[in-house]
Structures are given as structure tokens and as C-alpha cells.
């Protein structure tokens, strides 16, 4: 049985830091597409950062340079390390994986496991 557990968000100033922690469990294959997705209310689920297990990763464009994605395979766990937070970051954030991990899909329909989310808020 896959499972995804987010953790690390918080609230925090604009301009702080954050660093979000997904552990992936229960995939038989070994390489994997990681992603972080973002939700707000009334929003689509939009795609942030995606990683490999072969360190290959992209960002969405609204990323900016601020965020960074890496994994460990030790510990079958992805992160994105948020730092320059706006209060526009302010979402849910979502992880999610796929064995295709050749792929790099950033578009939520490539998906079909996710985990429960974590919410990160940024004041002003």
C-alpha cells in the first residue's frame, strides 16, 4: 500500500523559511518521479518542484530560484526547502510519486497517489 506523510509546514514571515518533508512508502520500484504540489481555496492544484531518484529535478516557474527540491533514497523521503516565503506561497502543499521516473511530470493528472498535505501560511 503506497502512503505519502507531509510535515515541516508551519506559519512563519514573509521572507522566512520552511522546509517540508514527504516519506514515501510502499512503491515496489525503487526510482521514482517526486513532486510538491500546491493548493489554495478555490484554486487548481498546482505543480511547484519534481525530483528523481536520480537527482534530476525542475520547477515550476513561479519558483524563482527560491525553492529547492532534493531527496534521500536512504530514507525514502523527498523535502523542498522553502526559503524568500510571500504571502502567496500561502497553500496546502501536497507531495506525490510516480514510477515513471524518467518523467518529471509537474501536471497533477500524472498523479495518482498523494499524501494528506501540509499547510504552510505566510504573513506579511
Known amino acids: 500500500q503506497v502512503q505519502l506523510v507531509e510535515s515541516g509546514g508551519g506559519s512563519v514571515q514573509s521572507g522566512g523559511s520552511l522546509r517540508l518533508s514527504c516519506v514515501i512508502s510502499?512503491?515496489?520500484?525503487?526510482?521514482?518521479?517526486m513532486a510538491w504540489f500546491r493548493q489554495g481555496p478555490g484554486k487548481e492544484r498546482e505543480g511547484v518542484a519534481v525530483?528523481?531518484?536520480?537527482?534530476?529535478?525542475r520547477y515550476a516557474g513561479f519558483v524563482e530560484g527560491r525553492f529547492i527540491i532534493s531527496q534521500d533514497s536512504s530514507k525514502n523521503t523527498v523535502y523542498l526547502q522553502m526559503n524568500s516565503l510571500k504571502p502567496e506561497d500561502t497553500d496546502m502543499y501536497y507531495c506525490?510519486?510516480?514510477?515513471?521516473?524518467?518523467?518529471?511530470?509537474?501536471?497533477?493528472?500524472?498523479?495518482?497517489?498523494w499524501g494528506q498535505g501540509t499547510q504552510v501560511t505566510v504573513s506579511s
Open positions: 506525490a510519486a510516480d514510477p515513471r521516473w524518467w518523467l518529471l511530470p509537474l501536471g497533477e493528472t500524472e498523479y495518482k497517489n
Open positions: 510502499g512503491y515496489t520500484s525503487s526510482r521514482l518521479s
Open positions: 525530483i528523481n531518484t536520480h537527482n534530476s529535478a
